[in-house]
């Protein structure tokens, strides 16, 4: 059964930085593109990133040059770091693996629980 | 960017109704590219739909997708008690989107 597990948020400062992980379990994790998708409180969901099995990378516009997303796969980890938080960055993170078949923009099958990130000072 | 607008944002229905759900892209979506997600309170989505029409594993038949291009379509036959939630899709032929959401709430 395929689990993903995020870990790293909290109450952080805007300005500040936060590193969130995701760990996999039940794939073989470097066939598959992962994404972090965010839900800001009471709201919809907004894509943040993807990185493929490849590892291209592909940022929302929102986050570009802020945020890094990157993986280990030999800890079966995906990881975003999340530099010059602004408060709009406020939302549940969701680690969520990819459908296809590594390569490119995906659609998501599986996703984690999430882990709330909220920027305030 | 692809913009995603769903309509409508709230649909009031009885158990046994029939549910439509639109989204309407901004421009075409490339291949059909185009995936509908489930919803609940105080859960992650799941996946109901993907490339427009293709059941993902393990959904029931009563949820079917259609559409093209940029007009696409979740439809749930015949509503069950489970399945008053938040519907969302996405488009993935050129970079990600979602769109805001319809909540099917139960009249």
């Known amino acids: 059964e395929v689990q993903l597990l995020e870990s790293g948020g909290g109450l952080e400062q805007p300005g500040r930085s936060l590193r969130l992980s995701c760990v996999a379990s039940?794939?073989?994790?470097?066939?598959?593109?992962m994404s972090w998708v965010r839900q800001a409180p009471g709201k919809g969901l907004e894509w943040v990133s993807l990185?493929?099995?490849?590892?291209?990378?592909y940022y929302a516009d929102s986050v570009k040059g802020r945020f890094t997303i990157s993986r280990d796969n030999s800890r079966h980890t995906l990881s975003l770091q999340m530099n010059s938080l602004r408060a709009e960055d406020t939302a549940v993170y969701y680690c969520a693996k990819g459908a296809g078949n590594g390569y490119g923009l995906d659609y998501f099958d599986y996703w984690g629980q999430g882990t709330l990130v909220t920027v305030s000072s | 960017e692809i913009v995603l607008t769903q309509s409508p944002g709230t649909l009031p229905l009885s158990p046994g109704e029939r549910a439509t759900l639109s989204c309407r892209a901004s421009q075409s979506v490339n291949r059909d590219y185009l995936a509908w997600y489930q919803q609940k309170p105080g859960q992650a989505p799941r996946l109901l739909i993907y490339g427009a029409f293709s059941r993902a594993t393990g959904i029931p038949d009563r949820f079917s997708g259609s559409g093209s291009g940029t007009d696409f379509t979740l439809t749930i036959s015949r509503l069950e008690p489970e399945d008053f939630a938040v519907y969302y899709c996405?488009?993935?032929?050129?970079?990600?989107?979602f769109g805001g959401g319809t909540k099917v709430e139960i009249k």
């Open positions: 996405q488009q993935y032929g050129s970079s990600v989107t």
């Open positions: 039940g794939l073989t994790f470097s066939n598959y593109a």
């Open positions: 990185i493929d099995g490849g590892g291209g990378t």
